[in-house]
């Protein structure tokens, strides 16, 4: 069960939308900063697979300027 945890950057002004967009996806948790200028995401996936893709299309939002991986695990 991979579970991991990055530091998201939404676009100028699509710090809401981004927010969402992640809000609804699967296997994720999304948490606002302190400074609200980035946010915190927590995902947690049955397989490595899942992860993958998973990432890649948080990636893929029109509504994120980066995506840097804080924290990785994996169980093998």
Same mark, same amino acid.
């Given at each position: 069960?991979?579970?991991? @945890?990055?530091?998201? /950057?939404? !676009?100028?002004?699509?710090? $809401?939308?981004?927010?969402?967009? *992640? @809000?609804?996806?699967? /296997?994720? !948790?999304?948490?606002?900063? $302190?400074?609200?200028?980035?946010? *915190?995401?927590?995902?947690?996936?049955?397989?490595?697979?899942?992860?993958?893709?998973?990432?890649?299309? *948080?990636?893929?939002?029109?509504?994120?300027?980066?995506?840097?991986?804080?924290?990785?695990?994996?169980?093998?």
């Amino acid at each position: 069960m991979p579970i991991f @945890s990055f530091l998201a /950057y939404p !676009e100028a002004n699509m710090k $809401e939308q981004l927010i969402q967009d *992640i @809000s609804q996806m699967q /296997y994720c !948790e999304v948490k606002v900063s $302190e400074n609200e200028d980035v946010l *915190i995401v927590l995902t947690d996936t049955p397989d490595e697979e899942t992860n993958k893709e998973l990432t890649n299309t *948080i990636k893929e939002l029109d509504s994120i300027q980066s995506l840097s991986m804080t924290f990785g695990h994996i169980d093998s």
